[in-house]
């Protein structure tokens, strides 16, 4: 049997298992995973009122309990934990699916001011990641400034502007739905240094914002018509030109009134964080134009808003893999197909897939055809790879590196429980927010080993 290790549980490790499985017969699949939950951003990264994309894991869940699939969630890979280069002794082959770890950062002064944050910690928070940073996003902010024009930008726009009553049906942990149930944050303005054309959300996620209850949506005409392709958007993809028309209508005619107001504001970019004593007290923007050529240029006319909040959601960004090349302009590990490339050729039985691999762009969707493409190359080296011995089993050997894998029936685990505790606080699913509990929760409500 060829024996891989899949490192990563999101929606590129989980279609690189099925991939190989489908493929070929005689493959068998660990999925490992840091935290002791699969799914990746599927879980952690899906907004949490987005019930049809987060029931993905559905089909995921059929990956990981397939019979030649064998999820090990709580296994770290790299310096911490099992290192690369051991994991590489106990498999004939190891596709590293670690997705981009990280935000970009803006790099402009006052940017580690309190009330300064990345988009990716608020997700984090309001998704119930074990590793999120403690509550405090929106106490005391009245208003809020989300830089960027992504989904992500959109989502936690929408996240700032929903009620309690729309926001408890969800999985959303209890602290985090409590804290925003208390928000004062009214008014939100999502920034983008570029023109509408240019924006990266999609038009499903957009008119959203347009739906939500008391709530008005303002876009300034004047930022619209520097847009070059705002005023005759039929060269644009569809997809493009339908964003268009929804920001020409409400450039028209705004939203109705209402206690929450998102402005959206283009051609615009952050410049400074002003201080209010040691947290942010406003943001300093420039105004840009069109280069002609795609880009923007700065204008030297500046503007401030009074904010209290910021959210910067302005990309993701891989981190260098313990023990692999990496690319770091790119953010990638360095390869042909799928295949890493180390000192010009290819390293044999080491390969990537997902974001890791191509970069953070495309949805969800397109770690399908990327998953495919490495698993193809992966089967095409079995040959050579099948005849380096490795256990028959991995388990003991991970168990001396000092891990103690979650297997599936710990996963289910975890699904009791938070099935239990949100029909105690006469919710539905309400996810554990934390190491301990989640952890409490695999061992039966004991505390777990070493605890």
Not at 270 to 295: F, S
Request: glycine share 12%; charged share 20%; with cysteine.
């Amino acid at each position: 049997m060829l024996r891989v290790a899949v490192v990563g549980s999101g929606p590129s490790g989980c279609y690189t298992a099925q991939s190989l499985v489908q493929q070929d017969p005689d493959v068998l699949v660990d999925v490992l995973d840091r935290l002791p939950c699969p799914y990746g951003l599927v879980r952690y990264g899906v907004a949490p009122d987005h019930e049809k994309i987060k029931s993905l894991q559905n089909s995921l869940r059929t990956v990981l309990e397939h019979e030649r699939v064998r999820f090990l969630g709580g296994v770290q890979v790299g310096p911490d934990g099992v290192p690369a280069v051991r994991l590489r002794e106990l498999y004939h082959a190891v596709v590293y699916c670690v997705g981009a770890a990280t935000d970009r950062r803006l790099g402009i002064p006052g940017e580690e001011l309190r009330g300064s944050w990345s988009a990716t910690e608020f997700v984090s928070w309001y998704s119930a990641h074990p590793d999120a940073v403690a509550d405090g996003f929106v106490l005391g902010a009245r208003t809020a400034v989300v830089i960027g024009v992504g989904n992500v930008a959109v989502d936690v726009t929408r996240m700032l502007a929903r009620g309690v009553r729309e926001l408890t049906p969800t999985d959303m942990p209890q602290t985090a739905l409590t804290s925003l149930a208390a928000s004062r944050v009214t008014r939100i303005h999502m920034v983008g240094r570029r023109g509408p054309s240019q924006a990266r959300f999609t038009t499903k996620e957009l008119r959203e914002l347009g739906t939500l209850p008391d709530t008005q949506v303002t876009v300034d005409p004047a930022e619209l018509d520097l847009d070059p392709d705002y005023g005759d958007p039929s060269a644009l993809p569809a997809a493009k030109r339908r964003n268009v028309e929804v920001l020409r209508g409400w450039a028209a005619a705004p939203a109705p009134s209402g206690r929450h107001r998102i402005h959206l504001r283009f051609f615009l970019r952050p410049v400074a964080l002003l201080a209010d004593g040691d947290r942010v007290g406003g943001i300093r923007l420039e105004h840009t134009a069109p280069d002609g050529q795609g880009g923007v240029t700065g204008t030297g006319r500046y503007e401030e808003i009074e904010t209290q909040l910021v959210l910067r959601s302005v990309g993701y960004r891989g981190v260098p893999l313990d023990g692999l090349p990496f690319d770091p302009e790119h953010g990638t590990v360095p390869q042909v197909a799928g295949r890493v490339i180390r000192e010009g050729g290819p390293a044999p039985g080491e390969y990537v897939a997902g974001w890791i691999k191509r970069g953070p762009t495309g949805v969800i969707g397109t770690n399908r055809p990327c998953a495919k493409e490495t698993a193809a190359s992966l089967l095409e080296d079995a040959p050579a790879l099948v005849r380096r011995n490795v256990p028959d089993d991995a388990m003991p050997a991970l168990r001396a590196q000092g891990c103690t894998p979650v297997e599936w029936s710990g996963w289910q685990a975890i699904e009791r429980a938070e099935a239990e505790l949100g029909a105690s606080l006469g919710r539905g699913v309400v996810k554990l927010p934390d190491w301990e509990s989640l952890l409490t929760a695999v061992h039966g409500g004991a505390p777990p080993p070493g605890a």
